[in-house]
């Protein structure tokens, strides 16, 4: 998996309950041929990224066919997971919100 891009908003708590910040990161990633996650019309990462007290933590994602907004049914691998969140963590310290 390679991410290529990414947009990203801060999203706003109108109740007050949530703790710290929320963020959206709508991320684009290439996946090679051979991956079973592989399609056609490429895939996204939507992802809900959690800044607070207890640090910076991807609290929900789901895999996207890029075209079609269709909901993939797969899950990243650890490794992709950690990757996914360093890269949200080094974006988010540039802070363009």
């Keep these: 998996m390679n991410i290529t891009g990414h947009e990203a908003e801060k999203l706003k708590d109108p109740t007050g309950i949530l703790t710290g910040d929320r963020y959206e ?3 684009d ?12 019309n490429g895939v996204f990462i939507k992802a809900i990224v959690a800044v607070d007290d207890n ?3 991807i609290v929900q994602y789901h895999l996207y066919e890029d075209s ?6 797969f899950e990243l691998e650890e490794e992709e997971l950690a990757l ?5 963590i080094k974006e988010l310290e540039h802070g363009v919100f």
């Design 68 to 73: 079609t907004n269709t909901l993939l049914d």
């Design 25 to 27: 990161f709508l991320i």
């Design 84 to 88: 996914m969140k360093e890269y949200c």
């Design 29 to 40: 990633i290439e996946i090679p041929e051979d991956d079973e996650m592989h399609m056609e």
């Design 55 to 57: 640090g910076t933590r």
